[in-house]
């Protein structure tokens, strides 16, 4: 079955659960930018005011995703007061991230962000000790809080050494970081990431909850053009595998890109239930069963 055959079990709203300690509340599952890439405008406001009626509240997008920005804006607009909207910055510079900041606020017609992450501090030299030297971007990032026009500030990053060391070099208000059940059960990719950031009483923003397997080199995508990995769009797979995402103490999931897995995600959240022994050793199985997307 595929996943857009799914239909919503209930119309309950998504539950909510704190984002650590920034004082938000927020929906167990948010939508990413990358949905509305590529879409025609209204089809784009329908998708964010379907989503906003399901009960998400937590957007996340990024200059790299396109003309994601443009489009999530103006769908936002008549919502910007009853959601929380997050970006997120490549740069690493000073004056690059603060110009990158102000080029987003512009494209996405908002005056704050609730949520401004580092995005992808992967590698410890050229990411991470970057931002914290001199004229690095992590000055930009605390003048705009100061200001009123970033509330928190996150990092987003795939790597457990780089993500340890960011922590342990500033106090963050969210981490984003991949926690999916294959590649905690090949190599606990997520653990000691988490734990940490658990510590820190940090916003932690699960991503990659549904992904399945690397795509083989060379191989383009057919039916999922905005994964650069094979997802789960089997329901009763993907729900496994989101149940045990969400049962990791996380605040919020941001299922992929696509609008049909995004659908998907939603339902599936909204009766979400934790996984009885059986069903955690189908997953231990499935992991088992094929290479995961990162290596710890």
């Known amino acids: 079955m595929a996943a857009a055959d799914i239909t919503n079990k209930s119309q309950k709203p998504l539950p909510k659960r704190p984002l650590g300690k920034t004082g938000l509340s927020v929906s167990i599952i948010g939508m990413g930018g990358i949905v509305v890439r590529d879409t025609e405008p209204d089809h784009a406001r329908r998708i964010v005011a379907n989503a906003i009626d399901k009960g998400v509240n937590y957007f996340d997008v990024a200059p790299l995703y396109g003309d994601a920005e443009f489009k999530l804006g103006p769908a936002l607009k008549l919502f910007r007061k009853d959601v929380y909207l997050a970006c997120k910055t490549g740069q690493r510079s000073y004056a690059d991230a603060a110009a990158e900041l102000k080029e987003s606020l512009r494209r996405l017609e908002t005056d704050h962000f609730d949520v401004y992450q580092f995005h992808g501090l992967d590698d410890i030299e050229k990411d991470v000790k970057a931002i914290f030297g001199k004229d690095g971007a992590i000055k930009a990032f605390v003048e705009a809080k100061k200001a009123g026009v970033i509330r928190n500030i996150g990092l987003s990053v795939h790597r457990p050494s780089a993500a340890i060391m960011a922590m342990n070099e500033f106090d963050f208000d969210t981490i984003m970081f991949p926690v999916n059940f294959r590649t905690h059960f090949n190599s606990n990719l997520e653990t000691e990431v988490l734990a940490e950031a658990k510590k820190r009483n940090m916003g932690i923003i699960g991503i990659k909850a549904i992904a399945g397997e690397k795509r083989p080199e060379g191989i383009a995508a057919t039916s999922y053009q905005k994964c650069w990995y094979e997802p789960i769009d089997d329901p009763a797979v ?44 189908q997953l231990k199985k499935i992991a088992s069963e094929a290479e995961a997307i990162f290596a710890g």
């Open 238 to 281: 993907a729900e496994l595998a989101l149940n045990w995402t969400l049962q990791q103490d996380i605040s919020v999931a941001i299922p992929p890109g696509e609008e049909s897995l995004f659908r998907l995600c939603v339902s599936l959240a909204q009766n979400h239930k934790k996984l009885t022994e059986s069903q955690m050793e």
